[in-house]
């Protein structure tokens, strides 16, 4: 059974910094893009970055390019999401998301995490 | 980037009747290599993360009910929930993977009349 478990979120003041992580299981991690998706209470749904099967392309959206990474360890398949320079706009549940198909980024996103909750308040 | 929109903002259907949810983007997200449509259609119940109903615009994911359906090509796209049901109620959402940054439309909240 696919499991994806996040883990990380909390309140943190503006400015400020997070590791958010998803620990994953129940598939074989190394051959599925990952993408973190966020929402913030009462909004809609918001991709926030993605990151190859092999970690060697990542993509971002541009609200958050520069201060967010993605990253990925396969050999304890968990992937993360270094949130950096917080905003009060970038409180948010924070889901991870598994690609549908493996070794294909452009794919829809058929398993997803229960989320972490950051919430970025002074 | 690829802007997507649904219509209506809202709906709510008597029990047993039809529902249909409309998706637009703003660019065909129709690669001609494979002809296949780069949209999913998602549930969302309070609470909940988002389910995947419909991937590659009409095909539907294991398990999910045959009373929901997509449909449509390029640039404008239907989800129909057929006979809806009362745990049916919840925000839809469609969503193009055709390219980044991938982009999710802003919602259809379906109530039961």
């Known amino acids: 059974e696919v499991q994806l478990l996040e883990s990380g979120g909390g309140l943190v003041q503006p400015g400020g910094s997070l590791r958010l992580s998803c620990a994953a299981s129940?598939?074989?991690?190394?051959?599925?893009?990952m993408s973190w998706v966020r929402q913030a209470p009462g909004k809609g749904l918001e991709w926030v970055s993605a990151?190859?099967?092999?970690?060697?392309?990542?993509y971002y959206a541009d609200s958050v390019k520069g201060r967010f990474t993605i990253s990925r360890d396969n050999s304890k398949n968990t992937l993360y999401l270094q949130v950096n320079s917080l905003r009060a706009e970038d409180t948010a549940v924070y889901y991870c998301?598994?690609?549908?198909?493996?070794?294909?980024?452009?794919?829809?996103?058929?398993?997803w995490g229960q989320g972490t909750l950051v919430t970025v308040s002074s | 980037d690829i802007v997507m929109t649904q219509s209506p903002d809202s709906l709510a259907v008597s029990l047993g009747e039809r529902a249909t949810i409309n998706c637009k983007s703003s660019q065909s997200v129709l690669y001609s290599s494979n002809n296949k449509n780069y949209l999913a259609w998602y549930q969302q119940k309070p609470g909940q993360p988002p389910k995947l109903l419909i991937y590659?615009?009409?095909t539907r994911e294991s398990g999910v009910p045959d009373r929901f359906s997509g449909s449509g090509s390029g640039t404008d796209f239907t989800l129909t929930i057929s006979n809806l049901q009362a745990e049916d109620v919840a925000v839809y959402y469609c969503q193009q993977y055709y390219s980044t940054p991938f982009t999710f439309g802003p919602g259809t909240k379906v109530d039961i009349k």
């Open positions: 590659w615009a009409s």
């Open positions: 998301a598994k690609a549908t198909n493996s070794w294909e980024l452009l794919n829809a996103f058929d398993y």
């Open positions: 990151i190859s099967g092999s970690g060697g392309g990542t």
């Open positions: 129940g598939f074989t991690f190394s051959s599925y893009a």
